[in-house]
């Protein structure tokens, strides 16, 4: 490998990931909000009940 | 109970959090800028030695993630208020992820310019130990039934483990080592070079502000799920 080649190796790792970091966040985010709603739910369920 | 109430309910990503998300992103793309395109050539490393200017803003930003871990525990203790864990917490991740990528592009520069990928010298041993007393702190929340005990242990683990945070700064100085010493404190860098680093430094920062806001309102979320568990089982 060439020192180009390294260089570009690092950096893309570097954003590779952060990115994969970021999506994780943000899937966490939405698998967590979809709980609060479905549990939310639920306890509406009980108090109509 | 009161502890879903220390802190607070959890926000979707507002203004602030994509005002920072955004000028972090801006700035990292005016880094990239500098770095390819503004800034020589270094005489002696030629081209690998680009990958300082993204080497170095991703162990200041670990640093300072670990300060921050280092100042929510000790306000944890302190206080006992779930909300200072939280934010601690957080931060590790954060300052996880910074030094993993440490870690890896720190050999990928020494192979071309040592000629070797690694060496056990101070400040490479010293940034491992490091990275592992943080995995501890995340993983030794998963040894303790209690929350409120994990939070205990994890937190005096990142008060002391914090320690390493100055030994792995100084071991260039303290010992002989391979790894080049802190040109940026000497004054040693020109002006050219010092400026991409500094607009690195600050996207890296912004972005470390935007995940560890984001990270701390995940783990409120994960808090009222638990709350909402309770009161679904009651």
């Known amino acids: 490998m060439d020192d180009l080649g390294y260089v570009f190796a690092a950096y893309s790792i570097i954003w590779a ?12 985010e939405r698998r967590l ?4 709603d479905r549990l939310r739910a639920l306890l509406d369920e009980d108090k109509r009940d | 109970m009161a502890q879903m109430e220390d802190i607070g309910m959890a926000r979707r990503g507002g203004f602030w959090d994509y005002l920072v998300l955004g000028a972090s992103f801006i700035l990292m793309i005016a880094a990239l800028g500098l770095v390819f395109l503004y800034v020589p050539t270094e005489e002696t490393m030629g081209v690998v030695q680009r990958i300082f200017y993204f080497h170095v803003p991703l162990a200041w930003i670990g640093f300072l993630a670990f300060f921050v871990v280092f100042l929510g525990s000790v306000a944890y203790l302190w206080k006992r208020n779930i909300a200072w864990d939280n934010i601690a917490r957080s ?16 050999p990928i520069w020494a192979k071309p310019v040592w000629g070797a990928w690694w060496t056990w010298d101070a400040r490479l ?8 007393t943080y995995i501890a702190y995340i993983l030794v929340r998963s040894l303790t039934l209690e929350e409120s005990r994990g939070a205990r242990f994890a937190s005096v683990l990142g008060i002391v483990g914090f320690i390493n945070v100055p030994i792995v700064f100084l071991a260039v100085h303290l010992w002989r080592t391979q790894h080049p010493t802190t040109l940026v404190l000497k004054g040693d860098l ?7 680093l500094l607009v690195s430094i600050a996207a890296f920062t912004l972005l470390y502000v935007a995940l560890l806001m984001r990270s701390v309102s995940l783990r409120k979320l994960e808090f009222e799920i638990k709350r909402l568990k309770e009161l679904v089982s009651d």
């Open chain 1, 17 to 28: 990931i952060m990115f994969l970091f970021v999506l994780s966040l943000y899937w966490k």
């Open chain 1, 33 to 36: 909000r979809r709980d609060v």
């Open chain 2, 91 to 106: 931060s590790a991740e954060v300052g996880i992820v910074c030094i993993t990528l440490v870690l890896i592009t720190g």
């Open chain 2, 125 to 132: 041993t010293a940034s491992v130990v490091l990275w592992l």
């Open chain 2, 190 to 196: 020109p002006p050219t070079m010092l400026s991409a």
